[in-house]
């Protein structure tokens, strides 16, 4: 059975982890299923035949197939770009809360475009449908990770930011199997193809409603002066009253901290930007961050998401059916992971140990699955069964998906809305939120190509790219499991270093606690001194 004890920063009430704080952060991260029903479904849907004849696709060559799919795919990725820096000024101006119910309400919009696209309308609608609800979605991954982060407790930060992760692998595996299905069990036809556009309609719907539900952060409301506000909703977060000794310190915490991020950045919607770029040490920790999407990216997790069926002939899989299947356990798999590093991994383990075992695992089964294509040249066989060997190769496919999904899928997210103190987190995730759509855009737009012309080359790219960010992350990212967003500067200070700088932050915090407990007890005695003498004074 999983250990899901807790490490906490300091002593912590057992009403802290109420259903409250699960519930909102929930909410916040639906958002995610409708990125990973996107990412399963898009791709398998545009193949199928039913699809290609509504769209007069069949009468297309090879390379102008391969050139529309690739913008049908990578239209999503443009408005996600955008929309994550648009949900800079969403999140600053209306808040998280109300950003995530715009959120919602344009992704709406965007699908109900997309399910409105017949051979009358052409294909146009579905690219601009495509646009709106990748803008609503960009503007979604910039806030629901920040929003997560500033309503949750130390030491469950990393599993309620890491439920972003799992509704993303849910709306994957609903992805993959609505497409199975309506394989299976509708003939080709209109309807065919659109019952998995139809179905996006549902998680934007329920983000929009749900998000109605939520309370608004209380950092973002103590940044817009109204504490009286704050510390209603961080009471009703934390389930104590408002008078509660945990309630009091952690909102003079906030209070703080929020007072001395002011001094740094100053007021107004370009403080924290001018805050960013005039700090070189901040700079470092933007490039820093982006670098981790990249180096996700470099996984080749998006090529394998959106081009499925592609990955899977490359290695020998043949018919729609037996490739669906495949994709659909794929699906499940990362789902069972990504539940496993939500509940156990992401606190326990903590985040740099997991993103270089991942990468390091992932690698060996890439570079097994190259090997095997370059001697066997499974797409070049004429036979339609899969030999000892592509099973192997299929096997090597499900052991990546056992190292990436636990460890780099979610991480990055996590780490990314953490790293940065409260003035500039909105800035900041917008940046790493618009980095990572830009990198998928990349990969998701050129895959086809890639293949066409690397063949085996591909999988060693990205194995030899896995590679390289064990390096990168052992020598430049430090550790932020259970240290506080108030102290997340020290794990980036001159005196430390990224491999143990989480010791020594954290050996800092209970010096601080011990010293504090010590002056509690020196000064309890004392006012009573006072007071006594204070009484004998009256008298």
């Known amino acids: 059975m999983a250990k899901l004890a807790r490490i906490e920063d300091r002593p912590t009430p057992p009403e802290v982890y109420s259903w409250r704080v699960y519930f909102n952060a929930f909410v916040a991260t639906f958002a995610a299923v409708m990125i990973g029903y996107d990412s399963a479904f898009i791709g398998t849907s545009i193949s199928l035949d039913s699809f290609k004849e509504e769209f007069g696709l069949n009468e297309k060559s090879a390379t102008e197939l391969n050139t529309i799919n690739a913008n049908i795919v990578s239209m999503y990725q443009a408005g996600c770009f955008f929309g994550a820096i648009f949900g800079y000024p969403i999140g600053y101006f209306l808040g998280r809360k109300f950003g995530l119910v715009l959120a919602g309400a344009v992704f709406v919009l965007g699908a109900a475009l997309q399910t409105g696209a017949s051979s009358s309308t052409g294909l146009g609608i579905i690219y601009g449908g495509r646009v709106v609800v990748g803008l609503a979605?960009?503007?979604?991954s910039n806030l629901a990770p920040i929003y997560v982060a500033e309503i949750a407790p130390p030491a469950i930060r990393g599993r309620l930011i890491g439920m972003y992760e799992l509704c993303w692998q849910i709306g994957g595996v609903v992805g993959f199997w609505i497409n199975y299905g309506v394989?299976?069990?509708?003939?080709p036809s209109h309807k065919q193809w659109l019952v998995a556009f139809a179905v996006q309609l549902v998680p934007g719907g329920l983000l929009f409603l749900g998000s109605f539900l939520i309370v608004e952060s209380p950092r973002f409301l103590i940044t817009r002066?109204?504490?009286?506000?704050?510390?209603r909703n961080l009471s009703y977060l934390r389930n104590l009253p408002s008078d509660a000794p945990y309630i009091v310190q952690e909102f003079s915490e906030m209070e703080a901290a929020v007072a001395h991020e002011r001094s740094l950045?100053?007021?107004?919607?370009?403080?924290?930007?001018?805050?960013?770029?005039?700090?070189r040490k901040l700079i470092q920790r933007l490039l820093l961050g982006v670098s981790l999407f990249m180096w996700q990216n470099a996984t080749g997790i998006n090529a394998i998401n959106y081009y499925s069926p592609t990955i899977f002939k490359s290695i020998g899989i043949s018919g729609s059916n037996t490739s669906l299947l495949t994709t659909g356990v794929y699906g499940i798999i990362k789902l069972v992971c990504a539940m496993a590093w939500l509940l156990y991994l992401v606190d326990q383990l903590g985040r740099r140990p997991l993103l270089m075992i991942g990468a390091s695992g992932g690698a060996v089964s890439?570079?097994?699955?190259?090997?095997?294509?370059?001697i066997a040249n499974p797409s070049g066989s004429s036979g339609g069964s899969v030999d000892a060997g592509g099973r192997s190769a299929v096997a090597a496919f499900y052991i990546w998906t056992l190292f990436y999904s636990p460890t780099w899928n979610g991480t990055p997210w996590v780490i990314g809305a953490e790293m940065f103190p409260q003035h500039v987190r909105t800035f900041t995730q917008a940046c790493m939120a618009a980095s990572n759509w830009l990198f998928t855009f990349l990969v998701a737009r050129f895959t086809p190509q890639?293949?066409?012309?690397?063949?085996?080359?591909?999988?060693l790219f990205f194995a030899s790219l896995m590679v390289c960010s064990v390096v990168f992350i052992f020598f430049l990212l430090p550790e932020t499991k259970q240290v506080p967003l108030e102290m997340m500067d020290e794990l980036f200070a001159s005196d430390v270093r990224p491999w143990n700088a989480?010791?020594?932050?954290?050996?800092?915090?209970?010096?601080?606690?011990?010293?504090?407990?010590v002056g509690q007890m020196v000064r309890g005695p004392s006012?009573?001194?006072?007071?006594?003498e204070e009484r004998k004074e009256v008298v």
């Not at 890639?450 to 999988?459: P, R, T």
């Not at 989480?502 to 407990?517: G, L, N, P, S, Y």
């Open 137 to 140: 979605i960009g503007a979604a």
């Open 183 to 187: 394989t299976e069990h509708i003939g």
């Open 225 to 231: 002066d109204r504490n009286g506000d704050a510390l």
């Open 265 to 279: 950045a100053g007021a107004g919607f370009l403080g924290p930007i001018r805050t960013v770029f005039a700090d």
């Open 366 to 374: 890439m570079y097994y699955i190259a090997a095997y294509i370059a």
């Open 450 to 459: 890639m293949f066409a012309a690397m063949d085996y080359g591909v999988y």
């Open 502 to 517: 989480h010791a020594k932050v954290i050996a800092r915090m209970k010096d601080h606690m011990q010293a504090a407990e």
């Open 527 to 532: 006012m009573e001194v006072k007071s006594e």
